[in-house]
């Protein structure tokens, strides 16, 4: 490899595009057309970016095996930056393989960090920790350690093990300070703003409060019983019952949550759990019937009891009943928490995100940006959608997750 080839490979790894296509500008082999290409990436323009790289896997050809794999390796991230998680995760995976056959340790190790981004981007939290459970970063780069704590930090703060995901914050800042590399440290400085921004609203009896994800964590692990209107699920410690495909039982539930140890009036309910202003015996009725099947689904945590005026929640225990609810209500949130990350996505990785069809996730987007709340860039397969992060808010606890077992 020569000198101007080994030059732009070490003004890459440094974080700086611009001197390593000062290098490689001019020149259309193969080395050149994948560094370009890296360089591109690194100054947002993606389309161009992938363009670089696909010619230089034709360009390097069968024979430069571990050459190809590593254009695959760059190619997936910017996939990823561009939040095409319906990018091919096979090649990937196959990329590293023949990396580590080489040994390749680095970008081996490279390839397995991005798979571990896109598992947490979609929610799957164990396959996320089985990825990274193979690798010690000990030995790498600074800049691949940072980026595999920010992983490691970013899979503790959706699980809500908040004291791990500052340590892993601790050492991404410090492996971020010695790579030198600005837009790592910018990241790793916008994760941990997570961590001290509010992350929920705390409704009890006597009153509301904002919560960090330290206090929520806390909250989740006391005695209290905590209607969850983030994950729409009732809990204490020991149990979670989930109502997310029960939106009237769960809207029964967070009144009586919020009025405990008060009882809620039968008109009440039915005027808010099922969202009509005139209510008849036919009202009545079906509230009788929702309420029994509440008492059934919550039947190991609380019982639902009759009052002369309508009902209240009796927690089985001395215990507090709370509600935690999001710092600002806003209809569908969940888009929102995805696109809050400040990157462009597509209704397609948005809904495979989600796990919901992308028709919906496209209603939920035409609805917030007749709001004003989202905006769109292109067209058709190449629109995007995006929308600043929510001012001194945290989306955290409104990412897809899976929810701890009952």
Not at 100 to 126: M, S
Not at 164 to 175: G, K, P, Y
Request: proline share 5%; glycine share 8%; aromatic share 4%.
């Amino acid at each position: 490899m020569d000198s101007l080839i080994t030059a732009a490979g070490r003004a890459l790894m440094a974080g700086d595009p611009l001197g390593a296509l000062n290098r490689v500008a001019l020149r259309d082999d193969a080395p050149a057309l994948a560094l370009r290409g890296i360089a591109m990436a690194q100054l947002g323009d993606l389309d161009r970016a992938k363009t670089l790289l696909r010619r230089a896997t034709r360009a390097f050809g069968a024979k430069e095996a571990v050459a190809r794999a590593r254009c695959s390796v760059a190619e997936a991230e910017i996939a990823l930056v561009s939040r095409d998680l319906s990018w091919p995760a096979k090649a990937l995976d196959t990329a590293r393989v023949t990396l580590e056959a080489h040994g390749d340790r680095v970008n081996a190790a490279y390839a397995r960090y991005l798979g571990a981004r896109r598992l947490l981007l979609l929610g799957r939290l164990d396959d996320a920790e089985h990825t990274l459970a193979g690798l010690d970063p000990t030995p790498f780069p600074t800049a691949l350690s940072a980026a595999h704590e920010l992983v490691v930090a970013g899979i503790a703060i959706r699980r809500l093990r908040t004291k791990m995901a500052r340590a892993a914050l601790a050492r991404a800042e410090s492996a971020a300070r010695h790579a030198g590399i600005a837009a790592l440290t910018a990241e790793v400085e916008s994760a941990g703003n997570v961590l001290n921004t509010p992350a929920a609203r705390l409704i009890e009896q006597d009153g509301e409060r904002l919560l960090l994800l330290e206090e929520v964590e806390a909250l989740l692990a006391s005695q209290a019983l905590v209607v969850d209107a983030c994950r729409h699920v009732v809990r204490d410690p020991d149990t979670t019952v989930s109502l997310a495909t029960r939106p009237v039982l769960f809207a029964l539930a967070r009144l009586l949550g919020e009025a405990w140890p008060g009882d809620v009036p039968r008109g009440t309910l039915i005027a808010q759990a099922f969202r009509t202003r005139f209510a008849d015996e036919s009202h009545r009725a079906r509230l009788r019937v929702e309420v029994g099947r509440l008492r059934a689904e919550l039947g190991m945590l609380a019982e639902v009891s009759a009052t002369k005026r309508g009902f209240k929640l009796v927690p089985h225990g001395a215990r507090k009943v709370v509600v935690l609810a999001r710092p600002i209500e806003d209809q569908h949130g969940d888009v929102l928490a995805l696109l809050s990350d400040g990157e462009p996505w597509s209704s397609s990785a948005l809904a495979l995100a989600l796990g919901v069809s992308q028709r919906t996730v496209q209603r939920a987007l035409d609805s917030l940006a007749t709001a004003g709340k989202v905006q769109s860039f292109g067209r058709g397969r190449a629109r995007r959608w995006l929308t600043p992060p929510v001012p001194g808010f945290t989306t955290t606890l409104l990412l897809p997750a899976p929810l701890p077992a009952g």
